[in-house]
């Protein structure tokens, strides 16, 4: 199997640069790379996965905070 660190979403729903923004602010870098309802996601080598849970948790605040 193939193990990669990028995850492309699409985003439904929600104005992607509005979540671009609010996730910025909240220390999450993500890109838009072709539209901006889809979001690129990258991991370095060296985050750990409880930083990986950590910027989950902040989607989930951020997502919840927009679509409120």
């Known amino acids: ?5 990028i ?10 640069d509005k979540l ?3 996730l910025a ?7 838009q790379p072709k539209t ?4 690129r996601i990258v991991t370095h ?3 750990s996965r409880e930083q ?3 910027a989950v948790s902040i989607f989930e605040k951020v997502i ?3 679509s409120d």
Do not use: F, M, P
Request: a negative charge; zero cysteines; aromatic letters at 2%.
């Open 7 to 16: 995850i492309y979403a699409k985003i439904i729903g929600i104005d992607g």
């Open 36 to 39: 901006k309802q889809e979001i």
């Open 1 to 5: 199997s193939i193990e990669t660190n």
């Open 52 to 54: 990986v849970l950590e």
């Open 25 to 31: 602010r909240h220390g999450v870098q993500v890109s």
């Open 20 to 22: 671009v923004a609010s």
């Open 64 to 66: 919840s905070n927009i």
């Open 45 to 47: 080598i060296d985050i």
